[in-house]
């Protein structure tokens, strides 16, 4: 799970607690495998959810079952097209082109 507050609210961490088989591994917020989590539900509102009408609960789970169905049919996984060091490189240079930004607040 990502390292977001959420998960560490006085209710979820008893929760945790009581369930010691779970091993729960943090990872930072932007990372790569969220991301891809991320990427895997922007696909799912995208092409099944957005402009769906779902008149009940029922209807838009079978709707999510059906669209999991489809892509499980021929699951792709989703590959980095640049490498480790192309995407730190485009890092550096947002960086340097906002840390050279005129300020907007007119200070």
Do not use: C, M, Y
């Given at each position: 799970m990502d390292n977001y507050a959420t998960h560490?609210?006085?209710?979820?961490?008893?929760?945790?607690?009581?369930?010691?088989?779970?091993?729960?591994?943090f990872t930072p917020t932007s990372a790569s495998?969220?991301?891809?989590?991320?990427?895997?539900?922007?696909?799912?509102?995208?092409?099944?959810?957005?402009?769906?009408?779902?008149?009940?609960?029922?209807?838009?789970?079978?709707?999510?079952?059906?669209?999991i169905e489809t892509h499980n049919e021929n699951p792709n996984p989703y590959k980095w097209l640049k490498s480790a060091d192309q995407i730190l490189a485009s890092v550096k240079r947002f960086c340097q082109k906002t840390m050279n930004r005129p300020s907007d607040s007119g200070d």
């Open positions: 560490k609210t006085p209710r979820i961490k008893p929760w945790l607690a009581r369930r010691p088989h779970w091993l729960v591994h495998l969220i991301n891809q989590v991320e990427r895997w539900f922007a696909e799912l509102t995208r092409k099944q959810l957005q402009r769906g009408v779902h008149r009940s609960t029922a209807e838009l789970e079978a709707d999510i079952d059906a669209f």
